[in-house]
């Protein structure tokens, strides 16, 4: 293979489509928004994650036993996904490229098992501040309110699975927080080349403006931000500025837990002071603690796989099934 993957690794809302767009003004480097196609094929050796028409734990049976008949085994299976792989980055980075960027956050489910596949790649683990993050998926992702179901896993399990990966591959990573990539790029993008082994290029820190974000890219970020927004690093402060928040936050730093925060670069201690110190406007918060309520009982009976069939079935398709 001619064309070496980085994975960048991280939590939505940490930056990372920011730090894509710098990197894709390298000459050296091809980037193409969010793949997610390495997810179902690792999650069929996994069985951990998905829910389908066909099954997923069926899969997962026939995908164990497949491993069982290949004469090397498990080690069969990933080789052919690395061929797979290699086919479809090489197909995307083009003739001129020297690396192809895979940016896609959810892969921090199976980082262990995407070193297994590539050892020979670059990882880069973009950390962001959890209280910023949680702030922005709140701002970005469900306008200024509590209770997303969609990104609930990103905010409370995200965080755990990127640290625990990140130790594990530790070693053959390169790592750096968002809030000092805003306020030194320059400083930071010569740290990744060397890191690459490839030239810095004065454009990477300025030119990303012009880089698309794709389809599944940060749309809310690139639209609210034309440059670095270094204003961006204290704006949980006024998400979370209501007693039920700072509650909220407080609740939720600890599920996160020490070794978590820590592990990311962050002081657990000092963040759960800058909770404690947080300014408060008077607010009941009744639409806040309303929609946590709905988003405590779609998470706990699946409601919006109910709501889908139950669209199908008033769309007169009535073989709606879904399984794990």
Known sequence: MSVRPIFLFSVPRSGSTLLQRMLACNSKISTHSELWFLLPHIDAIKNQY????????????????????????????????????????????????????????????????????????????????????????????????????RHRVDMFEGPGYLARGYEQIRSHSFSLCYENLVHEPD???????????????????????????????????????????????????TVFSTGYRRRYLKKYLRYLGKDTVECMGYDYSALDRDIDNLP?????????????????????????????????????RRKMYMHH
């Open 187 to 237: 400083v930071w993008l010569k740290q990744i080349c060397e890191y690459l082994e490839i030239p810095f290029e004065p454009s990477m820190s300025t030119g990303f403006k012009d880089v698309p974000v794709g389809d599944m890219g940060d749309q809310f970020g690139s639209r609210q931000y034309s440059g670095l927004a270094t204003d961006s690093v204290e704006k949980w402060r």
């Open 50 to 149: 998905g829910k389908s028409i066909y099954s997923m734990n069926s899969l997962g049976r026939a995908t164990q036993s497949l491993c069982k008949q290949l004469p090397d085994g498990e080690d069969g299976y990933f080789q052919g996904l690395r061929q797979l792989s290699d086919h479809i980055y090489t197909e995307l980075a083009g003739p001129k490229a020297v690396y192809i960027l895979d940016k896609t956050p959810r892969y921090y489910f199976i980082i262990p098992e995407i070193y297994r596949l590539y050892p020979d790649a670059k990882f880069i683990f973009l950390f962001r501040n959890p209280l910023s993050v949680a702030a922005s998926l709140v701002e970005s992702f469900f306008r200024g309110r509590l209770g997303d179901y």
């Open 280 to 316: 408060i406007r008077f607010d009941l918060s009744i639409e806040d603690r309303v929609r946590e309520l709905i988003c405590l009982m779609y998470s706990a009976f699946e409601l919006p796989l109910l709501r889908e069939k139950l669209a199908q079935r008033k769309q007169g």
